[in-house]
């Protein structure tokens, strides 16, 4: 199992930015997806949720609006889309894949970083 999260950077207030979690060895349809990020000096937030049953979105109030999940099946992608990017999104984002039904289901992908500054 291997996520590669791709597509940070630096950038200015109100810019766009996407991310891209790549997946290999299972099927991203299959299980649940999330997007974390980590700001300097605070704990690691979920920010964006996609269930595998429903395809339905959960979001952190603090993105709701300007962010938005999704998946290629066919890529065995998962995307992050970030609008209106502000100063508090600064952090680093990884993307995690919960593999229920194994005894350690939690897989995180090595982060990557956006920062966002004038």
């Known amino acids: 199992v291997q996520l590669v999260e791709s597509g940070g950077g630096l950038v200015q207030p109100g810019d766009s930015l996407r991310l891209s979690c790549a997946a290999s060895?299972?099927?991203?349809?299959?299980?649940?997806m999330s997007w974390y990020r980590q700001a300097p000096g605070k704990e690691r937030e979920r920010v964006a949720f996609?269930?595998?049953?429903?395809?339905?979105?959960i979001y952190s109030d603090s993105v709701k609006g300007r962010f938005t999940i999704s998946r290629d099946n066919a890529k065995n992608t998962v995307y992050l889309q970030m609008n209106n990017l502000n100063p508090e999104d600064t952090g680093v984002y990884y993307c995690?894949?919960?593999?229920?039904?194994?005894?350690?289901?939690?897989?995180w992908g090595q982060g990557t970083q956006v920062t966002v500054s004038s």
């Open positions: 995690k894949a919960v593999l229920t039904g194994r005894i350690s289901p939690d897989y």
């Open positions: 060895g299972f099927t991203v349809s299959r299980f649940p």
């Open positions: 996609i269930s595998n049953i429903s395809g339905s979105t």
